[in-house]
């Protein structure tokens, strides 16, 4: 909840609800009165009509984006067998299940798994790269008689990794 709080012409502001400002000369940093102190880490001018707040516990932008990547564990062809082997049956259902069933599903499965397999082998494991490769290959598949495209599948399949990875 917030409200807008207009200071002195030209100087206009959003702000949390639960701050007020007490007093402000010659656009120097305002002294600010805080209901719930706990909550802003800093107060920041940024020209002489704006300020930025950081609220405890928000995240910077750089933050907010999280590496996905695969287990190095996973880069053993044994283990990367496993998980191609895993992403065939888990995609294919998953395919006739969300959609119908239907033989694009199988190679789109096949495809897909033999494309997760490789990238494994090569030791990728970024999430981006393994879903970019997935989907230039699973292009190879006719698309014609099917509900599904290249990006769709790879997508598909790349969320199911993304859950199996979360149960970890």
Same mark, same amino acid.
């Given at each position: 909840?917030?409200?807008?709080? +207009?200071?002195?012409?030209?100087?206009?502001?959003?702000?949390?609800?639960?701050?007020?400002?007490?007093? $402000?000369?010659?656009?120097?940093?305002?002294?600010?009165? +805080?209901?719930?102190?706990?909550? +802003?880490?800093? +107060?920041?001018?940024? /020209?002489?009509?704006?300020?930025?707040?950081? #609220?405890? %516990?928000?995240?910077?932008?750089?933050?907010?984006?999280?590496?996905?990547?695969?287990?190095?564990?996973?880069?053993?062809?044994?283990?990367?067998?496993?998980?191609?082997?895993?992403?065939?049956?888990?995609?294919?259902?998953? $395919?006739?299940?969300?959609?119908?069933?239907?033989?694009?599903?199988?190679? #789109?499965?096949?495809?897909?798994?033999?494309?997760?397999?490789?990238? $494994?082998?090569?030791?990728?494991?970024?999430?981006?790269? @393994?879903?970019?490769?997935?989907? /230039?290959?699973?292009?190879? @598949? /006719?698309?014609?008689?099917?509900?599904?495209?290249?990006?769709?599948?790879?997508?598909?399949?790349?969320?199911?990794?993304?859950?199996? @990875? %979360?149960?970890?």
């Amino acid at each position: 909840m917030g409200a807008t709080l +207009i200071l002195s012409s030209p100087l206009k502001m959003n702000l949390p609800s639960n701050i007020a400002f007490i007093g $402000l000369k010659n656009f120097q940093t305002p002294k600010v009165h +805080i209901s719930y102190p706990h909550i +802003i880490n800093s +107060i920041t001018q940024r /020209s002489s009509t704006q300020f930025s707040f950081k #609220i405890y %516990g928000q995240k910077e932008p750089h933050e907010l984006v999280e590496d996905l990547r695969v287990p190095t564990q996973w880069l053993d062809p044994s283990k990367a067998i496993q998980e191609s082997e895993w992403l065939r049956v888990t995609l294919h259902k998953w $395919l006739d299940d969300e959609y119908c069933p239907e033989d694009t599903n199988i190679e #789109i499965s096949k495809v897909a798994a033999n494309s997760y397999y490789r990238s $494994l082998v090569e030791g990728e494991t970024d999430i981006g790269d @393994i879903l970019l490769k997935m989907a /230039s290959e699973l292009e190879s @598949i /006719s698309y014609q008689d099917s509900f599904h495209g290249a990006f769709s599948s790879a997508n598909a399949a790349v969320n199911l990794i993304i859950q199996r @990875i %979360g149960q970890l």
